[in-house]
């Protein structure tokens, strides 16, 4: 999508600004300086050691790293068909493999203080809809995840040698020669403004539930696996979306559903013996206030 995104400016007489346009791999690099900035300036914020979070921040973009790939490869028969020797490259990745990554890591670098876990998946929780919302230009620019044909005014169309453009030419739906794709939905984007969207709410959850571990978890579980199970509706069959029943992503929507559920269950416990002691410290005041 990036040499559509430069055809426009040259058609525009702005080719002298096209290096502003900047290619996938520099987006995920962007998403990976803002997030882990705002990870560890958040965690100042909460009176939590910067030495600890640092750690944990390059220990989870580790596992996220490895998660994405290992995901990619076990989905859609990748294994078999891509050659070993390209199985160490990022050439092909999975969010899904991300999550599921991070949080294993950080769970084995933490397994001995599980009241860090808690603190630190809500800190990255409450973060993670920035990086959503920054990784989903960079499958724009990239062509990946793209939606289905539609005939919207917000609508996109993909140049020549796209995935989006190849795909539609071997289904019969584009003749050879096309100038442009069929448009569609800008599935990306739709991902990166509701990443945009859960930033600010679990903003909001983790600054009034920060002494309630597990809170900001279970909400962003809960908000993203609603919400992207929706969108997913919008995602061409080609590129990972639903051909007939559930799609992939929308399994492990369901899948994050359940976990936001046992988060839920397995913290109630606490957040009522935190609840009940915030309010006996209140209760004599309240008491003398009353009288």
Not at 141 to 161: H, M
Not at 202 to 217: E, F, Q, Y
Not at 226 to 237: G, K, Y
Not at 265 to 290: D, G, L, M, N
């Amino acid at each position: 999508m990036r040499p559509r995104f430069i055809a426009l400016l040259n058609d525009h007489g702005l080719a002298a600004i096209k290096w502003v346009v900047p290619t996938h791999e520099l987006m995920y690099s962007i998403m990976v300086f803002v997030v882990v900035t705002w990870i560890i300036w958040r965690s100042r914020e909460a009176s939590m050691q910067v030495e600890r979070t640092m750690a944990v921040v390059l220990v989870a973009a580790a596992g996220f790293l490895v998660g994405t790939r290992v995901f990619y490869l076990l989905s859609d028969d990748h294994l078999s068909t891509i050659p070993y020797q390209r199985w160490f490259n990022l050439t092909g990745t999975a969010s899904w493999g991300g999550y599921i990554g991070a949080t294993l890591a950080i769970g084995l670098y933490l397994w001995r203080e599980p009241a860090n876990i808690w603190r630190y998946l809500d800190l990255i929780a409450s973060c993670a809809g920035m990086g959503i919302f920054i990784g989903r230009w960079s499958c724009l620019l990239a062509g990946d995840d793209f939606g289905r044909v539609a005939f919207l005014p917000w609508c996109i169309q993909y140049p020549p040698q796209s995935w989006a453009y190849e795909t539609q030419i071997a289904r019969g739906a584009l003749l050879p020669g096309a100038v442009l794709s069929l448009p569609t939905h800008p599935f990306q984007l739709y991902l990166g403004f509701n990443g945009l969207a859960e930033m600010w709410i679990l903003s909001a959850v983790w600054h009034r539930a920060k002494l309630l571990p597990g809170v900001t978890l279970s909400a962003f579980l809960a908000l993203d696996g609603l919400t992207r199970f929706a969108l997913e509706m919008f995602r061409d069959p080609d590129a990972g979306g639903s051909r007939s029943g559930l799609s992939t992503s929308q399994w492990m929507c369901l899948l994050m559903l359940v976990l936001g559920f046992v988060v839920i269950v397995s913290r109630y416990a606490i957040w009522r013996s935190v609840f009940k002691h915030a309010y006996a410290r209140s209760a004599p005041w309240t008491a003398q206030h009353e009288t």
